[in-house]
Nanobody, 117 residues
Framework: QVQLVESGGGLVQPGGSLRLSCTASGTIFRINVMGWYRQAPGKQRDMVAT???????NHADSVKGRFAISRDNAKNTVYLQMNSLKPEDTGVYFCNAHSLGWEYSYWGQGTQVTVSS
């Protein structure tokens, strides 16, 4: 089993910044990809950004140029730096960790991000 603990959500004004963190523990050797997914009220959960163990990243088009995912393998932690936040970025952000073929997939409990004036 892998446990994921997220932190860093909160309320921020439009144009502001937040940094999310997610630390993995447990059977982490199974994990290759870590990432962040967002779920707005009444909508499906969508990928925001992912990063592989060797540092290859993928960002959703809606966040390119504003968000940046990074990873510290020594700390088993993934980060999401969110800049120039917009109201449409509001939602619950979930950390995910999975093996390359998704044989193993784990989710964090989610952290709320609210962008509002």
């Amino acid at each position: 089993q892998v446990q994921l603990v997220e932190s860093g959500g909160g309320l921020v004004q439009p144009g502001g910044s937040l940094r999310l963190s997610c630390t993995a523990s447990g059977t982490i050797f199974r994990i290759n990809v870590m990432g962040w997914y967002r779920q707005a009220p009444g909508k499906q959960r969508d990928m925001v950004a992912t990063i592989t163990r060797d540092g290859s990243t993928n960002h959703a088009d809606s966040v390119k140029g504003r968000f940046a995912i990074s990873r510290d393998n020594a700390k088993n932690t993934v980060y999401l730096q969110m800049n120039s936040l917009k109201p449409e970025d509001t939602g619950v952000y979930f950390c995910n960790a999975h093996s390359l073929g998704w044989e193993y997939s784990y989710w964090g409990q989610g952290t709320q991000v609210t962008v509002s004036s």
